[in-house]
């Protein structure tokens, strides 16, 4: 009499990372036709740094005076890009909690399919809605007079670090979508992302603020972003003299590096927890 197997083999970990792939590809495809079938939500997210463009560039511009060469618009453009890529995690939250309220989410637990899919294909869907930002917002800056003057691979490489910093965002986004209760509560999340892009160096050195602000807007992570895009846009005077302010480009890498070492374990995780 034959013995029954105690188990069938798991899959090859070749076959295992080849459907985690796919199954983010697939949840790619599903965000971005949402985003396509739904651009008001497009609209939504940059009505406010537009709205700020238009203030500051033309409402209090003329009245400020950040210090070195240049116009405000110059200081005040590279900050308004990593300010938009700095807000865009609550935009990321708000989907997450809808797709759970809606029942969606535990469907596609439900489903065979990779468990990293879900987050994973939120996050390269996001990456690609932030580019779509970026390049309208860029338009914008250009039609009311700015330009780059750090060369073309110099302000690519400004653009691609704008987008490494809203990655690294994205999964706190996604965690906090997982934890707020329901889409009411999600709307509170303003309340979080405003101080957090705002104490920076978006809009004013942190030398003119008071030296406790000042200090937390230097070390945020936007105003690292910020300042070395500014560097690579062709304003390297625009920038503070503390040590955090001077390895702005270096800080730039490493603070989205630290956020997504943090926070995409905690958001796959509470993502597998959900409904336990």
């Known amino acids: 009499m034959s013995t029954p197997a105690t ?7 070749e076959r295992r990372l080849y459907w985690a792939f796919a199954d983010c590809w ?12 739904q651009p008001v939500n497009i609209a939504w997210q940059l009505g406010f740094p537009i709205v700020s463009v238009l203030l500051f560039v033309y409402v209090f511009g003329s009245a400020m005076d950040v210090g070195g060469e240049g116009s405000y618009r110059d200081y005040a453009m590279p900050g308004m890009f990593a300010m938009t890529m700095a807000f865009g995690f609550m935009n990321t939250a708000m989907l997450v909690v809808v797709d759970k309220d809606r029942g969606v989410t535990d469907r596609f637990r439900s489903m065979p399919m990779a468990r990293s899919a879900v987050v994973s294909g939120r996050g390269v869907a996001d990456v690609c809605g932030a580019a779509l930002d970026l390049a309208v917002l860029a338009v914008i800056a250009v039609v009311v007079g700015w330009r780059s003057d750090g060369g073309a691979l110099a302000t690519l490489a ?5 987008l490494h910093l ?18 009411e509560a999600a709307g509170g999340l303003f309340a979080l992302a405003f101080p957090f892009g705002m104490i920076s160096s978006v809009f004013t050195p942190p030398s003119m603020m008071p030296d406790w602000l000042g200090a937390i807007a230097m070390w945020n992570p936007v105003s690292s972003t910020a300042n070395a895009v500014r560097e690579l846009f062709g304003r390297p ?14 800080m730039a890498v490493v603070w989205p590096l630290a956020l997504t070492a943090v926070f995409l374990p905690l958001a796959v995780r509470r993502f597998q927890r959900l409904s336990r």
């Open 7 to 13: 188990g069938a083999p798991g899959p090859l970990p």
């Open 26 to 37: 697939t949840i790619v495809r599903r965000d971005l036709t949402h985003l396509v079938k």
């Open 158 to 162: 400004a653009f691609a670090l704008l």
């Open 166 to 183: 809203r990655f690294a965002l994205i999964w706190v986004g996604v965690l906090l979508g997982l934890l707020v209760p329901n889409q």
């Open 237 to 250: 005077g625009m920038t503070g003299g503390s040590w955090i302010e001077e390895h702005a480009l270096l």
